[in-house]
């Protein structure tokens, strides 16, 4: 008796388990840690031509105009979910590509600190490398798989009485970071390097 007692507490205490999913199941088998972006550290994003339209509006003025928008950033480095880099934007009336500015062209660049967690959502705040009084940008998005590949699906808005509104599928360059750029006849690298010379980095 006491061994069948046994044995039909430990298929009551298996129904249970299936039933409610046991303890264990409310956890995922390999829950996913800041590690699994380690691969960021080094690389180098811009904006596809799929995504170079903006708008820009005012808070005095009912107009929406378009905008093109090729921004770029490198990532230079990466440790527990946190990235950090050097960014530029340059904005354009829709049409051809134009060249990269020259060094004084005054380029726009910003230091960029983001974040991202194990799961993919983003954060990322650019501020101004100049001495200019240019408001911090902050954009939010998600690490989303789009053709085979980590894309980041980013949303910002710039300015106060002025913004610019954008959203976009960010890509990563190749290894190399020579990737032609949509809306610039320039290497990514090249289109922010500018920056770094600017800046003396």
């Known amino acids: 008796m006491p061994k069948f007692r046994r044995l039909a507490a430990t298929i009551l205490a298996g129904l249970v388990a299936a039933h409610t999913g046991g303890a264990v199941a409310d956890?995922?088998?390999?829950?996913?840690?800041?590690?699994?972006?380690?691969?960021?550290?080094?690389?180098?994003?811009?904006?596809?031509?799929?995504?170079?339209?903006?708008?820009?509006?005012?808070a005095d003025n009912p107009?929406?105009?378009?905008l093109r928008?090729?921004?770029?950033?490198?990532?230079?480095?990466?440790?527990?979910?946190?990235?950090?880099?050097?960014s530029r934007v340059q904005f354009a009336a829709p049409g051809a590509p134009r060249r990269v500015a020259p060094d004084d062209d005054d380029p726009?660049?910003?230091?960029?600190?983001?974040?991202?967690?194990?799961?993919?959502?983003?954060?990322?705040?650019?501020?101004?490398?100049d001495d200019t009084d240019r408001e911090r940008v902050t954009g939010v998005g998600t690490m989303r798989r789009r053709g085979g590949a980590w894309a980041m699906e980013l949303q910002m808005t710039t300015g106060d009485t002025v913004q610019v509104t954008h959203w976009a599928y960010m890509r990563a360059c190749p290894s190399d970071g020579g990737?032609?750029?949509?809306?610039?006849?320039?290497?990514?690298?090249?289109?922010?390097?500018?920056?770094?010379?600017?800046?003396?980095?």
Do not use: H, K
């Open 69 to 86: 928008d090729q921004t770029v950033y490198v990532i230079d480095g990466y440790r527990d979910g946190y990235f950090w880099g050097v």
């Open 63 to 66: 107009a929406v105009i378009p």
């Open 27 to 58: 956890e995922p088998e390999s829950a996913p840690t800041p590690r699994r972006w380690s691969w960021l550290e080094g690389t180098v994003w811009y904006v596809p031509t799929a995504n170079l339209l903006a708008i820009m509006t005012s």
């Open 108 to 129: 726009t660049c910003n230091r960029l600190v983001g974040s991202v967690t194990p799961e993919g959502t983003l954060n990322l705040s650019f501020a101004a490398m």
């Open 179 to 201: 990737c032609p750029l949509p809306a610039i006849r320039a290497t990514a690298r090249a289109f922010v390097d500018v920056c770094r010379r600017s800046n003396r980095q």
